[in-house]
């Protein structure tokens, strides 16, 4: 087992595109983007069933969310990886960013303006 220090880039890319499973082990991780970025790369998740994974993963096949993170990850490897980059590939920044937003409005009981985001790429 390899252990990297910090990647980012096409170095970051490579080693989640090199993975055949991503399993994520945190109980109190409350987003966990690296589990998208995991799936953007074409790698399942394996996680455990709360919030987080929950929010991320949920029942959109490309992960499997148990609290036995073996068996998760064993059956996570039985999963499309084009069904992972697709999913991955749709939760950009800017659509996680236009989310977030969307939901602290929500809870703030504020009405949602679409022009909000502003363009900066």
Not at 66 to 76: K, N, P
Request: glycine letters at 8%; one cysteine or more.
């Amino acid at each position: 087992m390899i252990f990297p220090c910090n990647l980012d880039g096409e170095d970051l890319s490579r080693a989640y595109a090199s993975a055949d499973v991503f399993v994520f082990p945190s109980l109190t991780d409350t987003f966990g983007l690296v589990m998208l970025e995991s799936m953007a790369g074409g790698v399942p998740v394996a996680a455990f069933p709360v919030s987080g994974p929950l929010d991320v993963v949920g029942d959109s096949g490309c992960g499997v969310l148990d609290f036995d993170l073996r068996r998760a990850a064993l059956a996570a490897l039985n999963i499309s990886r084009d069904k992972c980059r697709a999913y991955g590939a749709a939760h950009s920044m800017r659509e996680s960013a236009r989310s977030f937003i969307s939901n602290i409005m929500l809870a703030n009981r504020a009405p949602w303006q679409p022009g909000l985001i502003q363009e900066t790429v």
